[in-house]
């Protein structure tokens, strides 16, 4: 049986791959600074946390990026791509973004959906 994983399919066309665009390093879905938000979230389940697996994935990134982003200093590209690494990723307590996870919305009742009576 093959190892694929979920993270290794985008569920909805390349726009739910928040991959780099390059040479800018924004996130090609949502354009946020890569990687963005969605992107750690999908890492961290990726690697399990796993900081130095995260670490490994990631230097290359890094790597590309120290050359490409000539403007940004050094320290803080480090910071970007690996800081946060072995942190907790704050999750959003309510209100999370539409398009997701695919949470269910709770039904509210049938209100004015009067079924039809017989006779
Ligand atoms: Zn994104």
Redesign the pocket.
């Known amino acids: 049986m093959p190892t694929a994983c979920w993270w290794a399919y985008p569920m909805n066309g390349p726009a739910a791959l928040?991959g780099p665009a390059r040479p800018e390093w924004t996130?090609?879905?949502?354009?946020?600074p890569?990687?963005?938000?969605?992107?750690k979230r999908q890492l961290k389940d990726l690697c399990r946390c796993d900081v130095r697996l995260l670490r490994n994935y990631l230097t290359p990134y890094l790597r590309d990026a120290r050359v490409e982003l000539v403007d940004v200093d050094l320290a803080e590209i480090t910071e970007r791509f690996l800081g946060w690494c072995d942190r907790p990723l704050d999750r959003p307590s309510a209100g999370d973004p539409p398009g997701g996870d695919g949470g269910g919305a709770a039904p509210e009742g049938e209100a004015g959906g009067r079924p039809a009576l017989p006779g």
């Open positions: 928040h996130c090609v879905a949502c354009g946020d890569w990687p963005c938000r969605t992107r």
